[in-house]
């Protein structure tokens, strides 16, 4: 792999050549993170706009995650095949057409597309701009580093829906798409003068065909089970073809990745125990807390009335929880083990849900903010110390894989999380105003704007999405039999491991 030689070898202050590269990797961190989040206030405008139903419309952030999931794992090999500089270049470029065709979407189907396309740029930015980075800091400023690309992470679930919400409601949807191109303009040009040449080196062979089963069957058995509601059972041809053929891929892969040299995903860290519980406590818990999220500012919409601007306003007291505890919990579980944070950090979420499984058409704002922030502390407690958990006792040769493998499950889970509770939304909404499921949310959005039967209306869509947070709140529950098995004590690291040698790539935050 290419080097780098760092700045100011001998300090550990962040001199000026890094300042500005890192200035640079946060501007595209923030593009990609900003992305994420803006589009989830819009979806109720988008499903009036399509003419559609909200199990079609959560496509729009599902495609964008199985994306992310899909490249996470070619960024590494690419960075070595091509070259960082050149890899975040087209990682922009990628995100850019992908932004100005969205921006330009005829259809539903044509804007899900393009949401892909953006995901495949998107996916690549944070890791490739975290490359980059960490190797013009040099190992002995990793912490410092981590510390700055945290700042998007954080201020990101804050920015994002509160830009999205008044993009939508003062100019056009389209413009939560083509703002992108002026910032990620200006990023090009400063990544192609600031960010340090690096020559490509062979690199290792990178497993196509295990992407070509794995990206593929996840989208056929998501696409499969997200029928469900509309043909209305498993019996249907568009339910149980696609989602056989996806896990007959995804059967193939697993039993491919044991024989192969260089599989996708290294099916032997498993072995590991700590890495194996953490995964399953890391799946279930982006199923639960992703799938919510995703649901949250069309609640405000949907049922309260709300305006996109003041849906994203209303999310924000999450957004500050998680920055309060985000920062400290990552070094607790370190120092103390993350057990001892992390169920902690879910009996908060779980306290913040139970207003969320008790919605109605008026219920206090001050107890849903409440609620947020609870829920924020929680999540910044959570996330972290999972991933910690995952990477501590591995052996330092296996960190770059296990920390792909981490990303792609927070991505696939989370991918999964919002098709599952929006399935269920849809489903529920059609049922409560008797129509077929595709026009459940739009009979539900008619009834609403209706003076006549907009408290009745109000109170029967409030009651569909308590329902659905339910849900999430039994799968989230469901989180602490695993979380109950991280290690309760501070790991003892592993051979050829010295403490504060290794740092793992951080999770790519998409909501």
């Not at 020559?199 to 997200?226: Q, T």
């Not at 959570?382 to 792909?404: G, H, R, V, Y």
């Not at 269920?424 to 459940?440: C, D, E, S």
Request: proline share 6%; glycine share 10%; net charge positive.
């Amino acid at each position: 792999m290419s080097t780098q030689s760092p700045a100011a070898p001998g300090g550990d202050k962040l001199d000026a050549g890094v300042l500005k590269i890192a200035g640079v990797v946060i501007l595209g961190a923030i593009m990609a993170i900003l992305d994420t989040t803006v589009v989830n206030v819009a979806l109720q405008k988008l499903t009036i706009e399509f003419q559609t139903s909200f199990d079609t419309i959560q496509w729009i952030a599902t495609g964008y995650m199985l994306a992310l999931a899909t490249v996470i794992p070619i960024t590494g090999w690419a960075s070595d095949r091509f070259g960082t500089k050149r890899l975040y270049l087209t990682a922009i470029g990628l995100f850019l057409i992908g932004s100005m065709l969205a921006g330009l979407a005829w259809d539903v189907e044509s804007l899900i597309v393009f949401r892909v396309l953006q995901g495949f740029g998107g996916g690549m930015l944070m890791p490739a701009g975290m490359t980059i980075l960490t190797r013009a800091a040099g190992p002995h400023r990793i912490g410092r580093v981590m510390g700055v690309l945290g700042v998007p992470m954080l201020l990101g679930p804050i920015g994002g829906p509160i830009l999205g919400g008044w993009l939508v409601d003062a100019v056009s949807w389209r413009w939560i798409f083509y703002i992108n191109v002026p910032i990620g303009l200006i990023t090009m040009v400063l990544a192609w003068r600031v960010l340090p040449k690096d020559r490509p080196e062979p690199s290792e062979r990178f497993d196509f065909v295990g992407m070509l089963m794995v990206s593929p069957g996840l989208a056929a058995l998501i696409f499969g089970v997200s029928n469900i509601p509309a043909a209305g059972g498993v019996g249907a041809v568009d339910v149980w073809l696609p989602a056989l053929a996806g896990i007959a891929l995804l059967v193939a892969f697993v039993f491919r990745a044991n024989r192969v040299t260089n599989p996708l995903l290294d099916l032997k860290l498993f072995k590991n125990r700590s890495f194996t519980v953490a995964m399953v406590t890391m799946t279930f818990f982006c199923v639960a807390f992703f799938g919510a999220m995703l649901l949250l500012p069309t609640y405000f919409v949907l049922a309260r009335g709300e305006t996109a601007m003041n849906a994203g306003l209303l999310l924000a007291p999450q957004g500050f929880g998680a920055m309060l505890t985000m920062p400290i919990a990552g070094r607790l579980a370190d120092k103390i083990g993350a057990r001892k944070i992390v169920l902690p950090g879910l009996v908060l979420m779980l306290a913040g849900l139970i207003a969320f499984t008790q919605l109605s058409a008026t219920t206090p704002y001050w107890l849903l903010l409440s609620a947020l922030f609870v829920m924020g502390l929680g999540m910044g407690a959570t996330m972290m110390p999972i991933t910690s958990a995952a990477l501590q006792t591995l052996k330092s040769e296996d960190m770059a894989k296990a920390s792909t493998a981490t990303n792609i499950f927070q991505q696939t889970a989370g991918a999964i999380g919002s098709a599952v509770l929006s399935i269920i939304l849809a489903a529920l909404l059609a049922g409560k105003f008797g129509v077929p499921t595709a026009q459940g949310q739009l009979a539900a959005t008619a009834a609403v704007m209706n003076p006549a039967t907009r408290e009745a209306a109000s109170g029967l869509t409030a009651d569909a999405f308590s329902t659905t947070f339910l849900w999430s709140m039994i799968l989230l529950a469901l989180c602490l039999i695993p979380a109950a098995f991280l290690p309760k004590t501070k790991p003892a690291l592993p051979e050829g491991v010295a403490g504060g040698e290794v740092a793992a790539a951080p999770p790519v935050m998409t909501h």
